[in-house]
């Protein structure tokens, strides 16, 4: 069944999405296609052209993405290959033979892409030349840098669309359902790559914006949960779909208000955690047409639930790291985090600890996105069909979310390892605070440490300790 989503945009992509259906796609394929030719096997062009542009697409275009912002040397190599390969994509994709589609948005969209691809090129070619470094470049630069933030955005969507077609989902019957799912399971997901980042890499800018997590998560589900409350139910008999949905609106927008008042002058509060929770519980509570669709459903929103838990775990019990100026790894803030005890004599095991189970709120967050995003009743109807089982497939959804996890952590890794960031005196992730078993603080020696950076040799002879005679 579709979950929470605004109606009157949910109907509105249904009809567009079955009206592309109904078109055929305007390159060689164009005409009335047979039944034969729609589902043809699929030709090698056809295999290399999706195995090209997931690699590109996927890995290369990121992973330039990440020597950009850290002014990598490898930013340019790395991107003018990506590009040169998902051109060679794109031609592939118009010219394979074997099975034949219907005009679509993947179609659509892999007709467009071109033009930000040359104006990215465009761009690049430009900020080589280092002319008008007072007028022009500016803008230039601001531009090119959003640009290449939106391509992993812009690959993942395309992606989605490309296996929609390819395995002839959300038609007229299905399309409202696939935007419910696909677009909060996309979500979820998103939801889940950006609270690691603040874990890992930003929690110096939490501290800047002068705003708490919990801050931007109540503004996002109360504004949410108001579009929901009012578009989920048009007029006629309420049913139980239409009051369960509505109801959670009305749940994450006073949910969410209340957050946001919690978040004031700074400070961390559970009730983000909470919202998912309740929400995890509500969606796990749904029957089903299929014993598989139930089962998904229940552990979807067990994940769902098991992250909001975690999450409050992180909020109210783990400690920051101690935090270093110039590292990247700012982990310390007097109000957005725990305060920081290095001082009071944690020692590094807890501080490590800590930071191994902040990976938890956010990969789980991942894995319901996935699961989610694979709970279709078109999608399920077919894994049925091949007889397979709900441990299989929940276990294959886990799967992708440990290999998404993976390299979105790999990227992280890569920011702090290349161009600006490769010779940091801090790096991050490295306690530079340590306390001895006797509970003195003494500063250690990062791995590969700055050539600038040494120990003060420990002089010989009694120690005055401050304190004991003053």
């Known amino acids: 069944m579709a979950r929470p989503i605004s109606t009157c945009f949910k109907t509105g992509l249904a009809l567009w999405l079955s009206s592309q259906a109904c078109v055929v796609y305007g390159h060689k394929h164009e005409g009335n296609l047979t039944e034969e030719q729609l589902h043809a096997p699929i030709d090698s062009i056809l295999w290399i052209h999706m195995a090209l542009q997931a690699v590109v697409w996927g890995i290369i275009f990121p992973i330039g993405m990440v020597f950009g912002l850290s002014r990598s040397r490898w930013h340019v190599p790395t991107q003018s290959i ?32 071109v033009v930000p691809i040359v104006a990215q090129l465009v761009l690049g070619v430009y900020l080589k030349l280092h002319i008008h470094q007072e007028t022009l470049r500016p803008y230039a630069v601001r531009v090119h840098g959003i640009l290449g933030r939106l391509w992993p955005i812009l690959g993942w969507v395309q992606s989605l669309f490309g296996v929609i077609l390819l395995r002839d989902l959300c038609g007229p019957n299905g399309a409202g359902q696939c935007a419910a799912h696909y677009i909060m399971g996309s979500a979820f997901i998103g939801y889940g790559i950006v609270l690691s980042l603040l874990f ?16 931007w998560d109540s503004w996002v589900i109360m504004l949410w949960g108001i579009v929901n409350t009012f578009t989920e139910h048009w007029g006629g008999a309420w049913s139980v779909k239409d009051m369960q949905h509505t109801v959670l609106g009305v749940l994450w927008w006073t949910g969410g208000a209340l957050g946001i008042f919690l978040a004031r002058n700074n400070q961390r509060n559970v009730v983000p955690a909470l919202i998912i929770i309740l929400t995890g519980w509500a969606m796990s509570d749904h029957s089903q047409a299929l014993m598989l669709s139930t089962k998904v459903h229940a552990v979807f929103g067990y994940t769902l ?14 400690p920051a790291t101690p935090y270093t100026p110039g590292s990247l790894e700012d982990n310390d803030s007097e109000h957005t985090l725990s305060p920081s005890q290095a001082a009071q004599g944690i020692v590094r095991s807890q501080i490590m600890a800590a930071r191994a189970f902040r990976h938890l709120p956010p990969f789980l967050l991942v894995a319901s996105g996935f699961l989610f995003m694979s709970a279709t009743d078109e999608e399920l109807e077919a894994v049925h069909e091949t007889g397979m089982d709900h441990v299989t497939y929940i276990l294959g959804m886990y799967s992708l979310a440990f290999l998404l996890y993976l390299f979105t952590q790999f990227l992280f890794h890569l920011y702090t390892t290349t161009g600006q960031n490769a010779n940091s005196v801090y790096p991050a992730g490295e306690i530079v605070f340590a306390a001895s078993l006797n509970g ?8 590969d440490a700055s050539k600038w950076y040494s120990r003060v040799p420990q002089e010989e002879g009694p120690v005055h300790v401050v304190g004991e005679d003053d």
């Open 200 to 215: 890992v890499l930003g929690e110096g800018w939490v501290r800047r914006s002068g705003k708490s997590p919990e801050w």
């Open 305 to 318: 639930i098991l992250a909001g838990v975690t999450r409050m775990i992180e909020v109210c019990f783990l």
């Open 82 to 113: 990506g590009f040169a390969l998902t051109l060679g994509g794109i031609f592939l994709g118009h010219v394979h033979g074997g099975r034949q589609f219907r005009h679509s948005t993947h179609g659509s969209i892999g007709s467009w892409i």
């Open 440 to 447: 003195e603080i003494e500063l250690t020696s990062p791995q």
